[in-house]
């Protein structure tokens, strides 16, 4: 069965530091991969999405990067954090090639920005 | 940009009464889906509905998907206390390049006092 590791569950950060968010999934070949950012009980905003190795996509300027340097593995990044990326992150994926494909989300990673 | 309106943002009810949530949008979307998070997790996927006048039974979770697919309903019927969370409802972008891109809802968040 497929699974979606992410880490870490909790991150404290000061402002101006480096920031990387792993997330990998296990179980599936090619899936589209996705970065979404959630305010406290609201929707999610999607940042960043993938179809493949390199391939990314970004919904909203802001401070963050991703990347994706292999099929299952997604990296949320930022060189310079801002008190303004605080908040709740989480990765999802979904097979790849579109489709009315439901996505799978993982636990997480609660950042704060000090 | 494909908006879905979700209402109502908070409901608090006592166990055994029934509920509604709907998600309305201006746009037509490919599918709906369903999710409910509970703190500190990632949403878990409830339902899809992809057919125009669709209706999904979930036990005491009816889901309806309108004609036009431009809108959805939650109906939860005798609430229980279990069902206390953040329910969100999702659109997937119709369109040959949307690589599967969900819009998401502003989240409802339901709590069921016992």
């Known amino acids: 069965s497929q699974t979606i590791h992410q880490w870490p569950a909790t991150l404290v950060q000061p402002v101006g530091s480096p920031l990387s968010l792993e997330c990998t999934v296990e179980g599936t070949s090619n899936p589209n991969l996705y970065w979404y950012r959630q305010a406290a009980g609201r929707g999610l905003q999607l940042l960043f999405y993938s179809v493949g190795i390199g391939q990314i996509s970004s919904e909203v300027p802001q401070n963050l990067s991703a990347s994706r340097p292999q099929d299952r593995q997604f990296i949320l990044s930022s060189k310079k954090l801002l008190l303004s990326d605080s908040g709740f992150y989480l990765c999802?994926?979904?097979?790849?090639?579109?489709?009315?494909?439901?996505?799978?989300f993982g636990d997480g990673t609660r950042l704060s920005i000090l | 940009t494909q908006l879905l309106e979700q209402s109502p943002q908070f409901l608090s009810i006592q166990e055994g009464e029934n509920l509604t949530v709907y998600c309305n949008s201006s746009s037509v979307f490919s599918s709906l889906q369903w999710y409910r998070q509970e703190p500190g997790e990632g949403p878990v996927l409830l339902v899809t509905v992809v057919t125009g006048g669709e209706v999904k039974k979930l036990k005491r979770l009816t889901f309806q998907f309108g004609d036009a697919r431009k809108d959805s309903s939650l109906h939860i019927t005798a609430a229980q206390p279990g069902d206390t969370g953040l329910y969100l409802c999702?659109?997937?972008?119709?369109?040959?390049?949307?690589?599967?891109?969900?819009?998401f809802g502003q989240g409802t968040i339901l709590t069921v006092h016992p």
């Open positions: 999802a994926w979904s097979v790849g090639g579109g489709g009315n494909q439901p996505q799978h």
């Open positions: 999702a659109g997937l972008n119709a369109g040959g390049t949307s690589y599967g891109k969900l819009t």
